[in-house]
């Protein structure tokens, strides 16, 4: 996983930022920045971190706020339960997020991208910092890339990638604990890679792809592999939000002392410090225009703003805004675009609150036994039917059984009260017997299922059938 000796040049519009000229791979070395935007997006790292870590250990109702048991089917979201049968509820969620992220894309263009992409939060927020603290700021780093291996440097590089692995096992085992909570984590660990192999196996693949994603690959997933950041000029247009440069006051560039000599003719504000490319973690130059490559990450902007601070010119360079408002031209909020994937998000969301909404806390269906739809024994007829219960409270819970039939009909029910747990769930016999002569037949009856939990009842209506009553 060796990388060529870091080339310096101008970056390409045309070529990526971390692919020297023959081929080979540039290891990108961002330069440390100050600056507003810096400092919300390690704000921003923090907080969703924090919020990844603590899903699996804050209890909602007694339970995990998120515990995706996929092996037995259960899944326990901020207190409510669902089981298999809510999957179509998913329907809802990923075309919310879809329409979302296009809505976004349209109106804020990537700041996704450089905000809260987990491949942004953990690269910047966790692995950026551990390879500053173990080689320096960039110009030890670049200094480092051609200097021989010498037994600091070997030292250094082992613990840095010591590192490196002991938090991909983190990530990858907060990621396990979803799926298994963190006291099944707790259990796994403590039992040994042989009484849960599965787990096991599943933590150390997703720990090395970590490994391999962050202390090599990096930003080559952002502008390779993710499809993301390839669809952004279908959903952008020029009234989106971008990081650009402002060329009407920076061009013509040059060098400050250039600039300030008498003879020398009019210049931009913009220096040619360069100070925008080397902070940038894909490696090009704002200058050369929007980008595929662009995560707006706002590190330019913070450069720039920097050093425009230092010759005592306006900040805003590189800033935030539309192509139309670089240009000069005016920006429009509102547009068709935006509208359509406005509505659509609405509609998503809509319709993932209403399937949210119609979650109910049991389940109750009757079924009609399978074969003969009755049967007729010593002058009675017979009707059999299976009533299937599911607990889908987050406590155990009763359930009452009852029928309303006419006063000539008779009902066994073996098992009138069902306590179940928590997604547990059950099946019920039910007899309905009616004399022939002596009761209208078919007829209709009502199975009613009332829950001690949530105090809801559940109402079916079923069909008796059997041999006409005579003279009907």
């Keep these: 996983m060796a990388t060529a000796p870091h080339q310096e040049g101008p970056p390409r519009i045309d070529q990526l930022g971390s692919i020297n000229a023959d081929g080979s791979r540039r290891a990108i070395h961002p330069s440390d920045v100050r600056g507003r935007f810096i400092t919300w997006r ?7 971190i924090a919020i990844y870590v603590a899903l699996p250990l804050v209890q909602v109702g007694g339970r995990p706020a998120i515990h995706l048991d996929v092996e037995a089917r259960r899944f326990f979201l901020f207190g409510a339960t669902y089981n298999a049968q809510d999957f179509w509820r998913v329907l809802f969620l990923l075309t919310a997020t879809g329409f979302g992220l296009l809505f976004i894309t349209a109106w804020l263009g990537r700041v996704w991208c450089g905000w809260a992409c987990p491949q942004t939060v953990f690269l910047e927020g966790v692995y950026r910092p551990l390879e500053r603290f173990f080689d320096g700021p960039r110009e030890r780093r670049l200094r480092l890339e051609g200097a021989p291996w010498t037994p600091g440097r070997v030292a250094r590089a082992v613990a840095k990638h010591g590192a490196y692995v002991g938090v991909s096992l983190l990530i990858a085992h907060a990621a396990l604990s979803l799926f298994v909570s963190a006291g099944g984590l707790v259990s796994m660990v403590a039992g040994g890679p042989g009484a849960s192999p599965v787990a096991f196996t599943w933590a150390m693949a997703v720990s090395g792809a970590l490994y391999f994603n962050f202390a090599w690959f990096r930003e080559q997933l952002c502008v390779v592999v993710c499809p993301y950041g390839r669809l952004q ?13 402002d060329a009407r006051r920076g061009e013509p560039r040059g060098r400050l002392l250039k600039a300030l000599a008498k003879e020398a003719p009019a210049r931009g504000d913009c220096v040619d410090c360069r100070k925008c490319v080397t902070a940038c973690p894909t490696g090009i130059d704002i200058r050369n225009g929007l980008q ?5 990450c706002a590190q330019c902007i913070d450069a720039c703003d920097e050093v425009m601070d230092r010759v005592g010119r306006p900040r805003g360079l590189i800033r935030y805004d539309s192509l139309n408002g670089l240009a000069g031209k005016p920006r429009r909020m509102w547009r068709p675009r935006l509208a359509l994937y406005g509505a659509l998000l609405l509609v998503s969301v809509v319709g993932l609150v209403w399937s949210l909404a119609k979650r109910v806390p049991f389940e109750a269906n009757l079924l009609r036994f399978q074969g003969m739809p009755y049967l007729v024994e010593e002058g009675r007829v017979r009707n059999q039917f299976e009533l299937h219960l599911v607990n889908k409270n987050p406590e155990p819970s009763t359930f009452t059984i009852t029928v309303q039939v006419p006063a000539s009909v008779q009902t066994v029910i073996p098992q009138a009260e069902v306590r179940l747990a928590s997604l547990e769930n059950f099946r019920v016999p039910l007899f309905v017997l009616a004399a022939q002569g002596q009761t209208e037949i078919p007829f209709t009856f009502i199975v009613e299922v009332t829950d001690s939990a949530s105090r809801e009842v559940k109402r079916m209506e079923a069909r008796f059938l059997g041999p006409p009553t005579q003279g009907h």
């Design 233 to 245: 000029s279908a959903m952008q247009d020029d009234h989106s939000l971008i990081v650009g440069y």
């Design 292 to 296: 595929m490559e662009c995560l707006a």
């Design 42 to 48: 390690r704000v921003a790292f923090a907080v969703l």
